[in-house]
């Protein structure tokens, strides 16, 4: 049996030297190791600030759910921390399983899940857009989240007629502030910036006070919908990643290496 086409697209060799570059990785404690080993093996340097913290958090009406999973007839896992808090629980039986991204398809895969549905793109639009979802009219949903969160995805499943559960396995709590070392040296300690997620970018800012040597350091997104964000923010100086995975963020930390030279 093959390698899937979701985990070769993870895998990844370095597309540029990135000559030094300081990069400021914001991924929560745990989650970061990835991104930082390709950083440091292409050639950069990493400065690390997470910008959320992840606590588990499972009711037992939500464990219920997911013992009962075999029940729905679509699970919907919208992250890798969706699974990595769930999976303890899960009965998946003959659910069709839908990953909402490829690092959320690896970590169910690892979990000896089968995953039968990624969506091309890796967002809730992404895969209300795949031909492949089908009619749903009558389908039975549980989406598997964090607390709180887009309504966009169970919106727009039900106004297509499922019936939309959720189960709630996580909750994203405030990060600690920046050591005063780190914002009073930014300028010599960070070239670049990646953040994945609205809430991790408005922690950015809260946390910084909006230090304008913050706002004004290049900053690598994931989305249109963040760079609206960062804009309105006011940020500077923004570059779009394809997709939030290592290989597509080296490339557009590459770009970024060729705009300094």
């Given at each position: ?51 959320l913290a992840i606590e588990p958090n499972l009711s037992e009406t939500d464990r219920g759910k997911l013992e009962n999973s075999h029940t729905f007839s679509d699970l919907v896992f919208v992250s890798p921390n969706a699974v990595r808090f769930s999976a303890h629980a899960l009965a998946p039986g003959k659910a069709r399983v839908i990953a909402i991204g490829e690092g959320t398809a690896a970590w169910l895969e690892e979990q000896a899940v089968r995953v039968d ?145």
């Amino acid at each position: 049996m093959g390698v899937p086409d979701y985990l070769l697209r993870l895998m990844s060799d370095c597309p540029c030297e990135l000559n030094g570059l300081k990069v400021l990785v914001t991924r929560p404690e745990g989650q970061a190791e990835a991104l930082s080993s390709a950083i440091l093996d292409c050639g950069g340097k990493v400065e690390r600030l997470p910008l959320l913290a992840i606590e588990p958090n499972l009711s037992e009406t939500d464990r219920g759910k997911l013992e009962n999973s075999h029940t729905f007839s679509d699970l919907v896992f919208v992250s890798p921390n969706a699974v990595r808090f769930s999976a303890h629980a899960l009965a998946p039986g003959k659910a069709r399983v839908i990953a909402i991204g490829e690092g959320t398809a690896a970590w169910l895969e690892e979990q000896a899940v089968r995953v039968d549905l990624v969506p091309k793109r890796s967002t809730s639009e992404g895969l209300l857009e795949d031909e492949r979802l089908g009619a749903m009219r009558g389908r039975k949903v549980l989406i598997v989240r964090g607390h709180g969160g887009r309504e966009l995805l169970a919106d727009s499943l039900r106004r297509l007629g499922a019936e939309v559960e959720y189960a709630e396995v996580y909750r994203r709590e405030p990060p600690p502030p920046p050591s005063p070392e780190l914002l009073a040296a930014w300028r010599d300690r960070v070239d670049a910036m990646i953040v994945t997620s609205e809430q991790m970018l408005k922690n950015l800012v809260e946390l910084t006070r909006f230090d304008q040597n913050v706002l004004n350091t290049p900053l690598i997104l994931i989305s249109e919908r963040l760079q609206n964000s960062a804009e309105t923010l006011g940020f500077v100086h923004i570059l779009r990643s394809e997709t939030p995975y290592t290989g597509d963020l080296l490339v557009a930390l590459c770009k970024q290496v060729t705009r300094q030279e």
